[in-house]
C-alpha cells in the first residue's frame, strides 16, 4: 500500500462522485476518485433537464467535468473497478481508515463516498437493448420532449406502469402495450380512457426499426411509435455497501443505500449520493447530492472518525 492516507476515496467519477470530489478539493483535501467509467446514461447521445447543459452529450459533461476537478492539484483518478473495501482497525479512534481494493491496487482513506450509480435491469424484448436511451426511455421529462408530440408506447413492466402511461400524454398520443404484466381493474381502465390512452393486450414480440420503434405484436400487427417507455427496475453496481454492512431502503424499483439529510449512510463517515440513494434520478439531482456529500464529508474530517461519528 501506498504511504498516503487519502482524506477522502470516492468511488464513482461520474457526476455525483466529481461534484463531491469539487468541493473537497476546493477545501485542499486529498481526494483519489476510483471509476470504472459505466454512466448510467451512456446509452443516451443527449442528455437533458439540467440547465446549462440542456441537450449536451451526457459524456462531454462528465468530461468536462472530470476535466475541471482535475485542474486540482490533490486530487487523483484511478481508472478502474473497485471490488473490496474494509474498515481497518487501529488502536487510536481517530486514525481508523477505509481501505479499498481493486484488481492489483489498494488504498486508504480516512473517510469514504459511494457515488456509485445503478445498473439498470432491462425488459427481455427483442430489440430493445440495442434501443435503450434512443428509442425506449424511462424519463419523460429527459426524452419526452424531443418525440415532437409523436406517438408513444408505453411497455408495462407491472402495476407501477400505470403511472407512466397516464404522465405520457402530455408528450404525446400514447398506446398502453400491457404485454401481460398486469391486468387493468375497471378503475384503471376508466383512468386510462379519461386521459386518452389506448391499451394493447396482445403480447409484444420484438422492437425493429430505425427511424421510428416498430412494435411487432405477437398477433402479427406492427405498431410504430416515434418513442417508447418501459419501467426498468435496477440494482446496485457493486456489493461494496453490503460489504460494509450499510442500511438499505426498498423502494418500488429497487434498494437504495439509506442515508440522513447529509448525505451519510448507516456507517459514520461513510457517505453516499446519486442515484445509489435515490430512486427519481436526473444529473441535477446527482450533482446536488455529491455537493453535499462532499461538504459533510469535509466536515466529518474535521470531527470524529470511521464508524464513530
Ligand atoms: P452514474 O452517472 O451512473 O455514475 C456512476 C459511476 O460509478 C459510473 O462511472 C460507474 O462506472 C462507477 N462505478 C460504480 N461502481 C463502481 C466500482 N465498484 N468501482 C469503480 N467505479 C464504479 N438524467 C438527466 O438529468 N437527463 C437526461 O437526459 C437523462 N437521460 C438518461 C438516459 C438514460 C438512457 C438513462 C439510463 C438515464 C438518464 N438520466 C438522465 C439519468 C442519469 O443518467 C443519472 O441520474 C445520472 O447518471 C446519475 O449520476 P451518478 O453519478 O449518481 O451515477
Ligand atoms: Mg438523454
Request: proline share 0%; hydrophobic share 30%; charged share 30%.
Given at each position: 500500500m501506498r504511504d498516503t492516507i487519502y482524506d477522502v476515496i470516492i468511488i464513482g467519477g461520474s457526476y455525483a462522485g466529481l461534484s463531491a470530489a469539487l468541493q473537497l478539493a476546493r477545501a485542499r483535501r486529498r481526494v483519489l476518485i476510483v471509476d470504472e467509467?459505466?454512466?448510467?446514461?451512456?446509452?443516451?447521445s443527449h442528455s437533458h433537464g439540467f440547465i446549462t447543459q440542456d441537450g449536451v452529450d451526457p459524456a462531454v459533461i462528465a468530461a468536462q467535468a472530470r476535466a475541471q476537478v482535475m485542474n486540482y492539484a490533490t486530487v487523483d483518478w484511478l481508472a478502474g473497478r473497485a471490488d473490496g473495501v474494509q474498515l481497518a482497525k487501529n488502536r487510536e479512534p481517530a486514525s481508523q481508515h477505509i481501505e479499498v481494493t481493486g484488481g492489483a491496487w489498494r488504498h486508504a482513506s480516512r473517510r469514504l463516498i459511494l457515488a456509485l450509480g445503478v445498473t439498470d435491469i432491462l425488459p427481455?424484448?427483442?430489440?430493445l437493448k440495442e434501443r435503450w436511451g434512443r428509442h425506449v426511455f424511462h424519463c419523460p421529462y429527459c426524452h419526452?420532449?424531443?418525440?415532437?408530440q409523436g406517438r408513444i408506447g408505453v411497455i408495462a413492466?407491472?402495476?407501477?406502469s400505470l403511472h407512466q402511461a397516464l404522465m405520457l400524454p402530455d408528450w404525446g398520443p400514447t398506446t398502453l402495450l400491457l404485454n401481460q404484466a398486469f391486468d387493468p381493474h375497471a378503475d384503471q381502465l376508466a383512468a386510462l380512457a379519461a386521459r386518452g390512452v389506448a391499451v394493447e393486450r396482445s403480447l409484444v414480440k420484438s422492437i425493429r426499426g430505425d427511424a421510428d420503434a416498430d412494435v411487432e405484436l405477437a398477433d402479427g400487427r406492427t405498431l410504430s411509435f416515434s418513442g417508447l417507455f418501459a419501467l426498468a427496475p435496477f440494482k446496485t453496481t457493486t456489493s461494496l455497501p453490503q460489504q460494509l454492512g450499510l442500511d438499505f431502503d426498498e423502494t418500488p424499483l429497487g434498494s437504495i443505500i439509506r442515508t440522513d439529510a447529509m448525505k451519510e449512510?448507516?456507517?459514520?463517515g461513510v457517505f453516499a449520493c446519486g442515484d445509489a440513494v435515490r430512486a427519481t434520478a436526473s444529473v441535477a439531482l446527482a450533482v446536488a447530492d455529491e455537493n453535499l456529500a462532499g461538504v459533510a464529508a469535509h466536515r466529518s474530517l474535521m470531527s470524529g472518525g470511521i464508524a464513530h461519528g
Open positions: 467509467g459505466l454512466r448510467r446514461n451512456r446509452f443516451a427481455e424484448i427483442e430489440g419526452g420532449y424531443e418525440l415532437n413492466g407491472s402495476e407501477l449512510t448507516s456507517l459514520a
